[in-house]
Nanobody, 127 residues
Framework: QVQLVESGGGLVQAGGSLRLACAAS????????MGWFRRAPGKEREFVSAISWTDSHTYYADSVKGRFTISRDNAKTTVYLQMNSLKPEDTVVYYCAARPGVVTGVTAYGASQYAYWGQGTQVTVSS
């Protein structure tokens, strides 16, 4: 069982930055691929970014490409999402997720591909 806890959300002005962190308890994340998703009220969970455990290949949604960066620190069992140039439309709850093994250009984007989820952290970007 992998327990994930997100942190780092908060209120920021448009154009500002936040760094989200996702920490795992009980085990290392070194053999898990990690993803970040977000969900606005009443909408489906939306893919944001993912990183594969084998080669650390990264994937991004078009809406965040060039603004967000995913990274991982296996030694500290933490995955990060650096969010720059934030926009009001980035205002949603962000969730991290984990799945054993690799993700590919096909599997990285689907929420159903991930077995473990955190509780979410709210990001609010004011205009």
């Amino acid at each position: 069982q992998v327990q994930l806890v997100e942190s780092g959300g908060g209120l920021v002005q448009a154009g500002g930055s936040l760094r989200l962190a996702c920490a795992a308890s009980g085990r290392t994340l070194s053999t898990y691929s990690m993803g970040w998703f977000r969900r606005a009220p009443g909408k489906e969970r939306e893919f944001v970014s993912a990183i594969s455990w084998t080669d650390s290949h990264t994937y991004y949604a078009d809406s965040v490409k060039g603004r967000f960066t995913i990274s991982r620190d296996n030694a500290k069992t933490t995955v990060y999402l650096q969010m720059n140039s934030l926009k009001p439309e980035d205002t949603v709850v962000y969730y991290c997720a984990a799945r054993p093994g690799v993700v590919t250009g096909v599997t990285a984007y689907g929420a159903s591909q991930y077995a473990y989820w955190g509780q979410g952290t709210q990001v609010t970007v004011s205009s």
